[in-house]
């Protein structure tokens, strides 16, 4: 959560408020030109003044102090304080210094804290106002550029005033000492001064769209260190979009709607009583694009993403907590989730198939996660904490899933990435050579990867980029791919074939001689 408190600064000077009657009195009756006249005429005024405040205190104080003491023994404490705190002196304040502050502090050097102890911090706020008053800062001319007290060498800090929807603010940058456990730290945060008038313009409007406009996506992925369980994270900066996705258009429309209806129909998730969260699965074989897809997923949301390694979380527990700590408006992915795990419950199948990349030797360090862990994660309790959230799994083997895992309702919509077809075709010709409508495709089943990698050699080998040699180049490119790949699998279905002749062969013979495949046996027995 981002850091942001209120406090309303006020300069009150006691003195502004000072009144002295009595000197007041003598100023005013300051009429005659001498000396004496001046002490009479003081004398005069002065002396019937303090005898009617003597005789009215003396029978206020009567009546006062019956009351206060009253007051003192029978008014609840709190009720007054909070009365005089809330609302007198709020009152006063205002009057005296209407403006209001907003402190967004850098979190970096702090540490946060969930249900479960410590946690990695994630609150990016600071840095997206600093990027938004570079912006500006960059924009004015009149802002000053200034190094606040106290910070680092070369760690420029902006004084910026800016103006929104006619109300004018002032951002100012703040380092100050924060003495904590008798510790002492640097305190660095941007101050925002605003009049209270356009307090809910400033909360409401003016923040979110800084934060909105200056936020910078972030991957996570979740690691262990010191043995603690936490999320990582960096920028991140992936540049595909849905333009650039290679795919059959009516089928990325598809998708692009189904994310429009998600993105807005928050209302309906709540009237209709169901989770604000969507699941996806993506499915097809390697290189088709499926981490493509997550990232224009991310970027047409302008969602973060959580990429989950499923390999080091140890227990059900430790999903369930990394869960709790993603934000909303996120992606949570699992790659390749068939080979991650042993999601059918029966773990002795897995002997000697390990996940792909499975770093730990010892079965204690072995994620211990189980299907019905996993169920909890898409769909229970804790995954409707926060809300606005998508999941992600990626596979190349759909009909290896546990139907319950890939239902509709956990997984809402199933993707398949396929082999390159000519929509897709020319989408990577323009994506990658500049051509428009390029009539060309290959018959062969060939990957978006594989075309892509064509692509840049024919760019490569053309050289100047001219369009038709790059073209030249990159159908005799598609050709040798699409050889290659047909020889591939020639050679492939050619073993298949002969296994299972053998197979068939070593079956027939073992019919046709019963006799003597027993006697193979008996003196395979007597070996041993
Ligand atoms: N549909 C696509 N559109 C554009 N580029 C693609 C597409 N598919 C693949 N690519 C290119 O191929 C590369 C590999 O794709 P990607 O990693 O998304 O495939 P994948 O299906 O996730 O593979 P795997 O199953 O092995 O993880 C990408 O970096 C991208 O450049």
């Known amino acids: 959560m981002p850091s942001v408190g209120f406090s309303s600064s006020c300069n009150f000077k006691g003195d502004h408020f000072f009144f002295d009657p009595a000197i007041y009195t003598v100023h005013r009756t300051v009429t005659a030109a001498d000396d004496h006249t001046m002490a009479e005429a003081s004398k005069a005024a002065v002396v019937p003044w303090r005898q009617w405040a003597f005789a009215n205190f003396t029978s206020l104080w009567f009546v006062l102090a019956p009351l206060a003491s009253l007051l003192a023994a029978y008014a609840p404490r709190r009720l007054f304080q909070t009365y005089f705190n809330l609302f007198l002196r709020r009152r006063v304040l205002n009057v005296v210094d209407p403006y209001a502050t907003i402190d967004i502090s850098d979190t970096s050097s702090d540490v946060r804290y969930s249900r479960y102890g410590r946690v990695s911090d994630t609150d990016t706020t600071y840095e997206e106002v600093k990027a938004y008053l570079s912006e500006a800062c960059l924009q004015q001319e009149d802002a000053r550029e200034l190094r606040a007290e106290g910070a680092k060498d070369g ?4 004084d910026v005033a800016d103006e929104f929807r006619g109300a004018s603010l002032w951002w100012s940058s703040v380092v100050e000492d924060d003495v904590r456990d008798g510790f002492k730290e640097k305190r660095r945060f941007h101050r925002l001064t605003f009049h209270l008038r356009h307090r809910r313009l400033v909360v409401d409007e003016y923040l979110p769209h800084i934060l909105f406009t200056n936020r910078r996506r972030t991957l996570y992925t979740n690691s262990k260190s010191r043995g603690r369980l936490a999320w990582s994270y960096i920028d991140f900066d ?8 290679a795919m059959d258009r009516a089928k990325k429309k598809d998708i692009m709607d189904d994310l429009d209806a998600f993105r807005n129909n928050k209302e309906f ?3 209709t009583g169901k989770p604000w969260k969507r699941g996806y699965l993506l499915y097809g074989p390697p290189g088709t694009g499926k981490s493509t897809m997550v990232a224009a997923m991310a970027n047409y949301l302008d969602y973060d993403i959580y990429d989950v390694e499923l390999t080091v979380v140890k227990s059900n527990t430790d999903l369930r907590k990394l869960l709790i700590e993603t934000t909303s408006k996120s992606i949570v992915v699992i790659e390749d989730i068939d080979c991650t795990l042993d999601l059918t419950g029966d773990r002795s199948k897995q002997q000697g198939r390990r996940p792909k990349n ?12 189980t299907l019905s862990g996993l169920l909890n994660f898409i769909d229970g309790l804790w995954s409707a904490c926060g809300g606005e959230r998508i999941v992600v799994f990626t596979t190349n083997h759909a009909d290896k899933l546990d139907p319950a895992l890939i239902r509709r309702g956990r997984m809402d919509m199933h993707i398949e990435m396929s082999y390159c077809g000519f929509k897709a075709f020319q989408t990577l010709a323009k994506n990658y050579l500049d051509i428009d409508g390029h009539e060309s495709c290959s018959e062969a089943k060939l990957t978006p990867a594989d075309v892509a990698e064509c692509l840049m050699k024919a760019k490569r080998a053309a050289g100047s980029g001219e369009p038709s040699t790059c073209m030249q180049v990159l159908i005799r490119e598609l050709e040798k791919r699409a050889e290659e790949k047909a020889k591939a699998e020639a050679e492939a279905e050619a073993k298949a074939r002969a296994e299972a002749e053998a197979a ?15 006697e193979d046996r008996q003196d395979d027995a007597r070996t041993f």
């Open 238 to 245: 992936h540049p595909t979009t849905f333009d650039t996705l």
């Open 155 to 158: 760690d420029a800090l902006v």
């Open 358 to 369: 499975d770093r730990y030797d010892d079965d204690k360090d072995r994620s211990m996660v």
């Open 504 to 518: 068939m062969a070593e079956a027939d013979a073992t019919e046709m001689d019963p006799d003597n495949s027993r």
């Open 269 to 271: 998730y709540r009237r």
